[in-house]
């Protein structure tokens, strides 16, 4: 298949919400367990050290109805914690074995509370990462709690982790990050060669797939997305904001490049390039994945960072992108994103960087006042650099 018929087949993967590649694993592996890790970042590698498919749950896209949820969580919470709720109450995460829920805000700690209530034959856990990084017991507390996941995973599945194990599965996230910045790299160099929206697609699959298959993905793929023949266009560079968590819809990132955009940067499935620098695949596997968390992750509005300024990271992202302009593109409702947008936009007026914002839900279906927002902001930014 051509490259464009590769995106083509794999969008029709990511719509479904069945998750047909869960079913397709499941009759592969018999009695294999399945795990759903809630965004913003979860560690994959526990589960694929066991034997485990770690799968990306990250809402509905918007491709369903919200029937059931709203009996069960508020009305006015998020879109992706209503679909996601509405997923499981609808049975289509029946054979997911176990949950991962985050400490991104206090919708995704509930939903963990209210997703053991309504579903308690799954394994469902809260992962309590560490809030103060600047403490010493930060990394031995984080290295704690993936132990106690890890047992619970062994419990489920019956069978111990070896060290060598999780080694060989922090090699394997390893060499797939390294292929998930690649793509960045060419979008940040030739935004023209690698559309936001087919990077995605791209990035996505690595949430419905074990780590090796989507890794053999990328590494087929990425040859031809550096031989494409795609024209150059005078497209204003943004930096796109606020998408850590609930995923925009497919169609905004479309309209947001049709506009005139090149998105050089984002915080979009964040997890794929969680950490700076490869995690050390040596000595106490656990320990590495808990000092590259506290010590070498990328800034995000879900984590504190002690002493080093949130800020300052989105500027450097600006400077590293060459961006003209930055999109604050954030969900309704969320309140991790909405509060750091206070802060980042008195950072960019203090440096003369124009700025839109916009939220979205999962549900929409019309975006021509998006639309016009941004082709507003692309001739003011073109007028004024």
């Not at 770690?54 to 919200?66: M, N, Q, T």
């Not at 919470?77 to 289509?92: H, N, P, Q």
């Not at 034959?121 to 996941?149: C, D, K, T």
């Amino acid at each position: 298949m051509t490259f464009e018929e590769q995106i083509q087949h794999f969008r029709g993967i990511v719509d479904d919400v069945s998750f047909p590649t869960v079913k397709e694993w499941k009759s592969k592996h018999p009695g294999g367990k399945v795990v759903g890790m809630f965004p913003v970042y979860t560690p994959y590698e526990l589960p694929h050290a066991l034997g485990m498919l770690p799968v990306g749950l990250l809402g509905a896209g918007g491709k369903i109805e919200i029937d059931h949820a709203d009996s069960r969580i508020q009305s006015f919470v998020c879109s992706i914690a209503r679909s996601t709720l509405e997923l499981g109450l609808t049975d289509r995460v029946k054979d997911f074995d176990a949950v991962y829920f985050t400490s991104i805000c206090d919708v995704a700690r509930n939903l963990s509370g209210i997703w053991k209530a309504n579903f308690p034959h799954q394994l469902v856990e809260y992962i309590h990462f560490p809030q103060n990084m600047e403490s010493p017991s930060a990394v031995h507390h984080y290295r704690g709690e993936m132990q106690r996941l890890l047992g619970n995973l062994e419990q489920l599945g019956g069978k111990k982790a070896t060290a060598d194990a999780l080694v060989r599965s922090i090699e394997a996230f390893n060499h797939n990050r390294s292929l998930c910045w690649r793509l960045y790299e060419i979008r940040q160099l030739t935004p023209w060669k690698l559309s936001t929206y087919e990077a995605y697609i791209l990035l996505r699959m690595g949430t419905l797939l074990p780590v090796e298959e989507h890794t053999h993905i990328l590494e087929g793929i990425i040859p031809l997305v550096d031989s494409r023949e795609t024209k150059q266009r005078d497209h204003t560079r943004v930096i796109l904001e606020g998408s850590f968590c609930e995923q925009p819809p497919m169609e905004l990132l479309q309209v947001i490049e049709e506009a005139g955009c090149y998105i050089v940067n984002d915080d979009l499935l964040l997890h794929s390039r969680w950490f700076t620098d490869p995690v050390p695949a040596n000595g106490d596997p656990l320990l590495s994945l808990a000092e590259s968390y506290i010590r070498g992750s990328v800034s995000s509005s879900v984590r504190h960072y002690g002493l080093r300024s949130r800020k300052q990271a989105l500027m450097n992202k600006v400077r590293s992108g060459q961006a003209d302009g930055v999109i604050f593109c954030a969900p309704k409702f969320c309140e991790p994103a909405l509060l750091d947008y206070v802060l980042f936009k008195d950072e960019l007026e203090k440096n003369g960087i124009p700025y839109l914002a916009f939220e979205y839900e999962e549900k929409m279906g019309v975006f021509e006042s998006i639309r016009t927002q941004i082709e507003a902001f692309v001739e003011s930014v073109m007028f004024f650099t």
